[in-house]
């Protein structure tokens, strides 16, 4: 037997109470490992998003519509090195589980502002020419099993065509992959022309954003500035920020994702630490004489101390372990899912560290008032109880 | 030789307002091989004066000295590392860890020790098998009998090899056979291991295992019976 065995035996003394701690624990570490993650998938793209790109969206709402023509206008502007289009399509693919982002794009240009995304150059110039065309991300069309050649039917929710059908079909000619790998954007991209021609007539011509790339990334707020004067007094006023910045206010759209998932820990947490507090001062309470046994015995204030504080750091990093651990697990099955609308969604090494460093701080506030209880404890007192 | 040598030693205790006397003037010396016991009615001071021998309580006034040892002023640590080298404790309760096997309640003491792993178990079957509970090693306390538990406790004490024993009522929760099984073996300890041993007990009959019998009443000692 060492100190550790006889600190395990302590910690099993009642088995239910334990293990239902245990679960507990875990449960609020898979949720924060899981809940970092997904905050992280939100958060991927806007670390990496290019700075020598910006995206200039409608000022008032992402909702509305803006004249393509404004391209012509922002491509006179000094430091404006070229600009795509790109507009939300919506959708649904076999019903609306099946969710993934579709854009409408010009396939040369798109591809050219985007060098990270790789594409089979004779499946380039299929997009282009065939009308019908689109491309996928190979993580969605191995997701779905689409081979080159499947016809994709999406039933429009958004945009229906002009003869008032929702039903839009699109050829799939190519796949793309990513060189970064947190920058996957997993857009299926259709062939602008065929969409341009389809919909509905009032509104050809109307995109819903551009993406800028700038000539000299150092100079990128200064030419945000000047487009948004550019178009200022127009019937569609612009918004232009980074890429990152772009994304971080869509994101926000749905609500501060960081506050959110930060506000959702912090009551996991704080409920665990009551309860795990609860169990440890009830476990403390239950074996004071035992405690004054071991001081009696030789154990100085100090050790004892030290093995009552070591439970509970064993608890809470066990069963942070159990949850991290499950999370990785879980994580790792449902990374190609997520990734296929939320980008990336990696595990990061920080996000466990993190964790275990949680689980230690918690170990040491659960158990450090037992623990100076224990330090203080009087053998002859303690011994009558 | 002296090994226990108490001078003047008294003890309060203080409730509410309340200042109670527990010992008074108490001088005590206690021969290395002795095996004394200490008898007087409920609040006479019995267990007190136990736990002054023990180092586990402080007088409030007097000189303690044990073991060739003088407790007063001895900080808590080196208390319990003094304690840990000199003084075995035997409980009426017998007080062993309800979640540790017999082999492993033995082996607590010696986790204070530089012993190897290997040589702890040793040892700790070894003085499991003086108190004739080799065979009962994995049982945890709940599966054992009050006498085999009290026997656990023993070799808890000895397995140290400290010098004093010191026993509050050890055969206070037990019954007439095997409180006398438990003497017997007090006195075995004593005869043949050299140790020695003060014992508080209530029973007249368990005194006679001793070899001298000490009467506190009111927190002094009152008598001594041969």
Request: negative net charge.
């Amino acid at each position: 037997m060492n100190a550790l065995s006889l600190i395990w035996a302590n910690l099993f003394r009642k088995k239910v109470r334990t293990f239902l701690t245990l679960f507990s624990i875990l449960v609020a570490f898979l949720l924060f490992t899981l809940l970092r993650t997904v905050a992280g998938a939100f958060g991927g793209d806007i670390d990496i998003a290019g700075v020598d790109r910006l995206q200039v969206s409608p000022k008032y709402s992402i909702i509305d519509l803006m004249p393509v023509t404004h391209m012509n206008e922002m491509r006179q502007l000094e430091g404006v090195e070229e600009v795509v289009h790109s507009t939300w399509f919506g959708g649904n693919y076999q019903g609306v589980n099946n969710f993934f982002p579709k854009f409408p794009v010009q396939p040369r240009a798109y591809f050219e502002m985007y060098p990270e995304f790789v594409i089979d150059p004779a499946q380039l110039d299929e997009f282009e020419r065939n009308r019908l065309g689109a491309v996928a991300p190979q993580l969605l069309a191995d997701n779905f099993g689409w081979q080159v050649g499947d016809r994709i039917p999406i039933e429009g929710d958004i945009w229906m065509q002009d003869d008032g059908s929702r039903l839009w079909e699109f050829e799939l000619v190519g796949t793309y992959t990513s060189t970064n790998e947190d920058n996957a954007f997993n857009g299926f991209l259709i062939n602008f022309d065929y969409f341009e021609e389809a919909r509905p007539d009032q509104t050809e011509g109307l995109v819903g954003w551009f993406i800028v790339r700038v000539t000299n990334p150092d100079e990128a707020a200064e030419v945000a500035a000047q487009i948004d004067e550019l178009f200022e007094n127009s019937m569609s006023p612009t918004r232009s920020a980074t890429e990152a910045e772009a994304l971080r206010q869509f994101a926000n759209q749905v609500g501060d994702i960081g506050l959110m998932m930060n506000g959702i820990l912090s009551a996991v947490f704080f409920t665990i630490l009551l309860l795990t507090a609860n169990t440890m001062t009830q476990a403390f309470r239950e074996r004071v004489p035992e405690l004054a046994v071991l001081k009696t015995l030789g154990f100085t204030d100090l050790s004892v101390a030290s093995i009552v504080l070591a439970e509970s750091l064993l608890l809470c990093i066990l069963g942070g372990a159990m949850g991290i651990g499950i999370a990785v697990v879980v994580s790792n099955a449902i990374s190609p899912q997520i990734a296929t609308f939320a980008g990336s969604f990696n595990l990061e090494t920080t996000t466990i560290l993190a964790g275990f460093a949680i689980a230690a701080l918690l170990g040491v506030v659960v158990g450090l008032s037992p623990a100076i209880s224990a330090r203080r404890l009087q053998i002859v007192e303690a011994l009558r109880k | 030789m002296a090994i226990v040598e108490l001078s003047n030693v008294a003890k309060k205790f203080t409730k509410g307002k309340e200042v109670v006397e527990v010992l008074d003037q108490i001088d005590l010396e206690v021969e290395d091989g002795d095996f004394l016991a200490l008898m007087g009615p409920s609040g006479s001071g019995k267990t007190t004066l136990l736990n002054l021998i023990g180092g586990i309580d402080q007088p409030t006034a007097g000189s303690i000295k044990v073991a060739g040892q003088e407790l007063n002023g001895l900080s808590s640590k080196k208390l319990a590392k003094w304690r840990s080298e000199n003084i075995g404790f035997i409980f009426q309760f017998y007080n062993l860890l309800p979640v540790l096997n017999a082999q492993r309640n033995v082996e607590l003491p010696l986790l204070l020790t530089k012993l190897s792993g290997k040589q702890r178990q040793n040892n700790a079957a070894v003085a499991l098998e003086i108190v004739g509970l080799a065979d009962r090693a994995k049982h945890k306390p709940g599966e054992l009998s009050g006498g085999q538990q009290q026997r656990v406790a023993i070799a808890r004490a000895i397995v140290a090899d400290p010098k004093i024993l010191v026993c509050d009522e050890p055969t206070g929760d037990l019954d007439r056979d095997t409180a006398d099984e438990i003497l017997s073996l007090l006195e075995l300890l004593n005869t043949e291991h050299g140790k020695t041993i003060i014992m508080v007990t209530h029973d007249p009959k368990a005194a006679t295992h001793a070899k001298h019998t000490l009467h506190l009443d009111k927190g002094r000692l009152v008598q001594e019976v041969a």
